[in-house]
């Protein structure tokens, strides 16, 4: 292990000593251009004609565009909030493989990996759950990504990141303006606008583990008809980290904007997305994982998505000040999940493994005799398809304006949307994993209507000093409309059937009604020019899920309330100086109604999920860039970065009387003992109160120092820290035989990013390593078992721009 270390200790050193020597030999010059006294370069400044036509272009091509934040400096000074902008240079640099791989950067962020290349991803921030980031709030130019938003938020597509010219994260009160679902962050993908002339832009990608990425862009504007396009295609496919883990993305898309008149500019956008991948929610138990953890026992899973949207737009410029944007959207997503059943060698009444039955497809066991209770997989001949069709569509309209009252100025939002969406879902029975037809065990349309209205009023009281109130109203009706299932004791006590488990054509409704105002205020202060002091509070939530307005198996209803959390953070932001920049924040989240024990991709049946969980987090988040290039008057660009993240987020929930679920989905009352004993033969306390939140880290620190010259080379290097977690509640701290229970250890990883780009970016070349060492961790212990992250991946790259 120890050229690992020297590994280290030489890359640190070629990014310490070499930008300095660069330093030390480059002067202070600027090539012969003219400076003033001061030292400073001077410009010829643009006319006020000519800023107003820079303007009024710049609003044409962002004109299909809705930004959380935006694309100018100023921007951030409107955020009462932590926010954080993930830019070009950034992404360019790094060249991340997926959205979670970016993210990852931003303080306050849990992300965990469950399949190859972040393809369902899991994220979330200040301690709230991640698990198929249904409690985070994702948009692609401000437009919802999720299939079903309001009742299936679960986020099985996520925009491709070679896609985006930026990232847009916010996690405080200036998220009013978005919804529904808030309570872990809003993070918006921007795609780039049309380029001003017409362009052809070729990233090409090829790496380990069979990796490979192929984008073309074109656009351009045409200016005797004030027309803009983009079209844009990006394929890539991979072997994955695992066995049987392989992946094939198909992503195209289509971006018109039509200026009519001078107040006027319509934009058309469209998008057609195929997803084929070795997907599986089955990770491994300890001794799999400790035999081979590239083993995958569900080699015969299979998840392919097709995917089309369409959003069509309309600005209107009232005058300077006021400006309608009006927003339709509409999406249709097939999708397709194959997941071969399976069990484990657990324990029977003598404490014995048991052996497998004649379902048994196949045996995965780390040893061939004496393996423990539930450290075997037996793969099973049964498999499930959950087959669903989601069609989604709505309308949004935001007026926004600038006005003066009482010599006070306001910039305001005031917006409604109505949405729908509808789900036929679908869950068919293969009597073997290598077929593709079988039996309907289980049928149901979900429905789901949403009205929402807000506004926020940005007050500037004073020259530094901003007060923005807000306020959020949502009225939400979803219904489950039961058609086949399986048959209770209720339904064979009635006569609909004769035995328990049957199945059966039935004609059952489910509906829930939530109606909810989101109260926000703001303030912020400039500090100085370009640092500023903010705070806010608002309350944020998450409407129910279909899955917890009924048992998707039993027909059951739960009609649980909506989640809310009342959300305070107070914090600095800006420039102290040209070559120092800070964020810090602290922040305190009180969740009330949060909704517990629910996971559909882990069972369909599972346990009832209960308006009872209540949690405290509370937290500092803080990233630091300081640019020894600026400080020293260089122009070489030589920025340490420095995020740290510290999460405390526990449980506050006290259950005075347990419950259980019966076999037939009935709940009774029972005796709660103050401890008891898992699986994994650990004592653990039955109340939770007090106990640390699941995957979150406590820890988490990001660290990095680059370089780019003037004349276009550049290199970076980073190191990532992430805290020990608990994978449940329990807080167990042995891990289980099976793999779902246990301490998910702390992990620190190295990237590496070298490249070349000409001046004036018409190509460049670069070379990209992720976990350089290739450290083998787990990322998490969801949806079953262990699921490890990325292995190391290296990938060597190129792009061209002609124009």
Same mark, same amino acid.
């Given at each position: ?202 990233k090409l990608i090829g790496g380990t583990n069979g990796y490979a990425s192929n984008l073309v862009q074109y656009g351009g504007t045409v200016q005797n008809t004030n027309t803009a396009y ?17 992946f094939n993305v198909n992503d195209f898309n289509v971006k018109l904007m039509q200026k009519i008149g001078d107040k006027d500019t319509v934009f058309l956008k469209y998008q057609v997305y ?107 001949? $049964? ?95 979803q219904g489950v409309y039961t058609h086949r299932k399986f048959a209770t004791t209720t339904d064979v006590a009635y006569g609909l059937a004769t035995t328990v488990g049957q199945n059966i ?147 506050? $929930? ?150």
């Amino acid at each position: 292990m120890a050229y690992k270390s020297h590994l280290r200790t030489l890359i640190l050193c070629l990014f310490l000593l070499l930008p300095i020597a660069a330093i030390l030999s480059q002067p202070n010059g600027n090539n012969g251009e003219e400076k003033s006294k001061d030292g400073t370069e001077t410009k010829e400044q643009p006319s006020k004609e000519e800023e107003d036509i820079n303007e009024k272009r710049r609003r044409f091509l962002e004109s299909g565009q809705i930004n959380v934040i935006g694309s100018k400096d100023e921007d951030l000074k409107k955020i009462p909030g932590s926010a954080n902008v993930i830019g070009k240079k950034i992404l360019k640099e790094t060249s991340p493989i997926d959205s979670m791989e970016a993210l990852r950067r931003v303080p306050g962020a849990t992300i965990r990996y469950q399949d190859a290349v972040g393809l369902t991803p899991n994220i979330a921030f200040r301690g709230v759950s991640n698990e198929e980031s249904r409690k985070t709030l994702i948009l692609e130019d401000g437009v919802f990504t999720s299939l079903s938003p309001y009742g299936q938020p679960e986020s099985y597509f996520i925009p491709h990141i070679d896609r985006m010219e930026r990232v847009e994260v916010v996690k405080g009160s200036g998220s009013i303006l978005f919804g529904p679902t808030t309570l872990g962050g809003i993070v918006n993908f921007v795609t780039r606008k049309p380029p001003e002339k017409p362009t052809l832009n070729l990233k090409l990608i090829g790496g380990t583990n069979g990796y490979a990425s192929n984008l073309v862009q074109y656009g351009g504007t045409v200016q005797n008809t004030n027309t803009a396009y983009d079209v844009s295609y990006l394929h890539t496919q991979g072997n994955g980290y695992r066995n049987y883990q392989g992946f094939n993305v198909n992503d195209f898309n289509v971006k018109l904007m039509q200026k009519i008149g001078d107040k006027d500019t319509v934009f058309l956008k469209y998008q057609v997305y195929q997803q084929d991948s070795q997907a599986t929610y089955l990770g491994l138990t300890q001794g799999l994982y400790w035999k081979d953890p590239k083993i995958n026992p569900a080699r015969f899973d299979r998840k392919h998505i097709e995917r089309q949207a369409a959003v069509i737009g309309h600005d209107h410029a009232f005058s300077e000040n006021w400006k309608l944007i009006t927003r339709s959207y509409w999406t249709n997503v097939g999708f397709d999940f194959k997941q071969e059943s399976y069990s484990y060698n657990s324990a029977n009444e003598l404490g014995l493994p048991t052996p497998p039955t004649g379902n048994v497809f196949a045996v995965y066991a780390p040893a061939p005799i004496g393996n423990r209770p539930g450290d075997v997989i037996y793969m099973l001949n $049964t498999t499930p398809n959950r087959h669903q069709f989601f069609r989604t569509g709505g309308l949004e309209s935001k007026l926004e304006g600038k006005f003066v009252t009482f010599g006070l100025e306001h910039e305001i939002s005031v917006g409604a949307r109505a949405h729908y969406e509808t789900v036929n879902a679908a869950y068919n029975q293969f009597p073997y994993p290598t077929m593709n037809q079988g039996l309907t065990t289980q049928q149901q349309t979900r429905n789901a209507k949403a009205y929402a209205t807000y506004v926020q009023d940005s007050i500037k009281l004073t020259e530094r000093l901003k007060i923005i109130p807000g306020v959020r109203y949502e009225y939400i009706s979803q219904g489950v409309y039961t058609h086949r299932k399986f048959a209770t004791t209720t339904d064979v006590a009635y006569g609909l059937a004769t035995t328990v488990g049957q199945n059966i054509l039935v004609n059952q409704a489910n509906e829930s009604y939530t109606k909810v105002v989101l109260p926000g205020f703001g303030i912020t202060y400039d500090l100085m020019e370009k640092f500023m002091w903010f705070a806010g509070a608002h309350t944020a939530f998450a409407p129910p899920s279909f899955s917890t307005i009924l048992n998707p198996s039993l027909g059951l209803g739960y009609k649980l309330n909506a989640e809310r959390s009342n959300n305070y953070e107070t914090g600095v932001r800006g420039n102290i100086t040209k070559y120092f920049y800070t964020q810090v924040s602290t922040y305190a989240l009180f969740f009330s109604n949060q909704i517990v024990n629910t996971n559909e991709a882990g069972s369909s049946i599972g346990a009832v999920p209960i308006n009872a969980g209540k949690s405290v987090n509370r937290g500092v988040e803080s990233n630091f860039v300081f640019d020894f290039g600026k400080f020293a008057e260089s122009r070489w660009e030589i920025p340490l970065e420095i995020a740290y993240s510290y999460t405390h987020a526990i449980s506050t $929930t006290y259950v005075p009387v347990g419950t259980i679920q019966n076999s037939d989905g009935t709940v009774s009352v029972t005796n709660q003992p103050l401890f008891s004993v898992n699986s994994s033969g650990n004592v653990i306390k039955v109340n939770t109160s007090g106990n640390y939140l699941p995957y979150v880290p406590m820890q988490t620190v990001i660290t990095a120092i680059g370089f780019k010259s003037p004349r276009g080379f550049y290199a970076r290097v980073e190191y990532q820290h992430f805290d020990k977690q608990y994978s449940d509640l329990q807080n167990t701290k042995n891990q289980s035989a099976d793999g779902s229970q246990g301490v998910v250890p702390a992990y620190g990883i190295w990237n590496a990013d070298f490249g070349y780009e000409l001046p004036g970016g018409r190509w460049s070349i670069f070379v990209n390593g992720k976990n350089l060492e290739d450290r083998v961790y787990i990322s998490g212990r969801l949806p079953v078992g262990i699921q490890q992250g990325p292995y190391r991946q290296i990938n060597i790259g190129a792009t061209l721009k002609l124009d």
